[in-house]
Antibody, heavy 116, light 107 residues
């Protein structure tokens, strides 16, 4: 069955970077888009961008273009998101989710806390 | 960016009741709408896609409809497991955007 498993919670310092992972199984990663989304607790959801598993082609929300970098490792069916120059505004729950337009399988989410 | 104006923000309902949540798109997005449910501290569950199609494994008491640029999620005969937060999402153009969410609580 389809599984989408994200890495664990992160506590990081302002100005630093963090790399989140999203390991998948149960489907053909190379013909699938993987998305990353942000949710500040108690608020709605923002789409950060997506990446195609086959060739690493990306689409970004302009709001996150200088903040997030999406990559994939097709051999391990894993998607990654690098978040750079972290500030308190980046503290949030980050999800990865499968799908090109609609998101049918979601990871469990990873909490990133930016604090000194 | 396309705005999805979702209402109501919160809703109290009883078991077996029928409830409807709506999203108004800021422009024509065809049937490019999905609905999701989120339980506290949990990830999102995919409910409806293409405005009206039920995702695999979703109970038939859930249904989606469209009238112009207004989209609705209807839950017939509310069950205990239906309480949570519901979000609409447009997939017509990037950036994909979500409504603010509707918190459905037990009355």
């Amino acid at each position: 069955q389809v599984k989408v498993v994200q890495s664990g919670a992160e506590l990081v310092k302002p100005g630093s970077s963090v790399k989140l992972s999203c390991k998948t199984s149960g489907f053909t990663f190379s013909i699938t888009y993987m998305n990353w989304l942000k949710q500040v607790p108690g608020q709605s959801i923002e789409w950060i961008g997506n990446i195609y598993g086959g060739d690493g082609g990306t689409n970004y929300n302009q709001k996150f273009k200088d903040k997030a970098t999406l990559t994939v490792e097709t051999s391990s069916s894993t998607a990654y998101m690098d978040l750079s120059s972290l500030t308190s505004e980046d503290s949030a729950l980050y999800f990865c989710a499968r799908g090109g337009w609609f998101f049918d399988y979601w990871g469990q989410g990873v909490m990133v806390t930016v604090s000194s | 960016d396309i705005q999805m104006t979702q209402s109501p923000a919160s809703l109290s309902a009883s078991l077996e009741e029928i409830v409807t949540i709506t999203c108004q798109a800021s422009q024509d997005i065809g049937n490019w709408v999905a609905w999701y449910q989120q339980k506290p501290g949990k990830s999102l569950q995919f409910l409806i896609y293409g405005a009206t199609s039920l995702a695999d494994g979703v109970p038939s008491r859930f249904s989606g409809s469209r009238s112009g640029t207004q989209y609705s999620l209807k839950i017939s005969r509310l069950q205990v497991e239906d309480f949570g937060i519901y979000y609409c999402q447009q997939a017509s153009s990037v950036p994909y955007t979500f409504g603010v969410g509707t918190k459905l609580e037990l009355k």
